[in-house]
C-alpha cells in the first residue's frame, strides 16, 4: 500500500543511471528466487527470476546475478526510468518440512530524479 | 481482462468486528494466498490454498479464516482474535501448486481497526 515505503532503505538515483538494488538471503538450501517491484498502492509485480543453477539472467533492461557463495542477489536496472520508481524486494523458495515455502525481503524504495 | 481483483480498497472497521476480506481471480489458476504487508516488513503469509476446498495454514494464520469453496475466490475474513489486523492485505494466485510458481498479485485492500 502507500506505507508500504516507509522505514525502508532508499536508493535515489537519476533519471538514465544504472541502479543496482542488493538482497541478501540466509538459507544456503534456497534454490529459487524472485524479485518484485510494488508501486505505491498497489500489489506487486514479477519482475524476473532466477534458479539456483545459474549466476545471471538478463530481461528487459533488468539483469539479475546471484552469487550463491556469499547468498547474495542483486537486480541492475539500466537506464534508470521515473517509471521504475517504487519498492523493490527479493523472495526465495526455502524447503519447509516435505514441501517450500516462499520467503519474503523487507525491500528498498527506489526513487528515481527526472 | 484476467486479472485478481481485492475488494474493496479500503475497509475500515470497529474494534471487536469480524471482516472478509475479497479476492477473486479468472485465471484460472489452482493455487491461492494470502499476505498481510506491515510498514518496513517483507510479505507474511496468513493462508493458502492448493486446490478448491483445501487450504493450509501460512506463518501468521492466527486470528485468520478462509473458505476455498470455488476455484475463483478464496475470501479471508479477519477475526476480532487478531491481536493486530490493521494493515495491507494482498492476495496472490499461481496456475500450479508450490511457491516456485510465479505468483500473481491483486492490487490489495488497506483495512484500518479502530
Known amino acids: 500500500g502507500e506505507s508500504v515505503g516507509l522505514h525502508l532503505p532508499t536508493l535515489s538515483v537519476q533519471e538514465g543511471d544504472n541502479s543496482i538494488i542488493n538482497c541478501a538471503y540466509s538459507n544456503s538450501a534456497s534454490d529459487y528466487f524472485i524479485w518484485y517491484k510494488q508501486e505505491s498502492g498497489k500489489g506487486p509485480q514479477f519482475i524476473i527470476d532466477?534458479?539456483?543453477?545459474?549466476d545471471k539472467r538478463q530481461g528487459q533492461r533488468v539483469t539479475v546475478l546471484l552469487n550463491k557463495t556469499v547468498k547474495h542477489l542483486s537486480l541492475q536496472i539500466a537506464a534508470t526510468q521515473p517509471g521504475d520508481s517504487a519498492v523493490y524486494f527479493c523472495a526465495e523458495t526455502q524447503p519447509q518440512g516435505g514441501s517450500e515455502k516462499l520467503v519474503f525481503g523487507k525491500g528498498m524504495k527506489l526513487t528515481v530524479n527526472p | 481482462d484476467g486479472g485478481i481483483t481485492q475488494s474493496p480498497k479500503y475497509l475500515f472497521r470497529k474494534e471487536g468486528q469480524n471482516v472478509t476480506l475479497s479476492c477473486e481471480q479468472n485465471l484460472n489458476h489452482d493455487a491461492m494466498y494470502w499476505y498481510r504487508q506491515d510498514p518496513g516488513q517483507g510479505l507474511r503469509l496468513i493462508y493458502y490454498?492448493?486446490?478448491?476446498?483445501?487450504?493450509q495454514k501460512g506463518d501468521i494464520a492466527e486470528g485468520y479464516s478462509v473458505s476455498r469453496e470455488k476455484k475463483e475466490s478464496f475470501p479471508l475474513t479477519v477475526t476480532s482474535a487478531q491481536k493486530n489486523p490493521t494493515a495491507f492485505y494482498l492476495c496472490?494466485?499461481?496456475?500450479?501448486?508450490?511457491?516456485?510458481?510465479?505468483?500473481?498479485f491483486g492490487p490489495g485492500t488497506r483495512l484500518t481497526v479502530t
Open positions: 532466477i534458479r539456483s543453477n545459474m
Open positions: 496472490a494466485s499461481s496456475i500450479g501448486v508450490g511457491f516456485a510458481y510465479e505468483q500473481y
Open positions: 490454498s492448493q486446490i478448491v476446498n483445501d487450504f
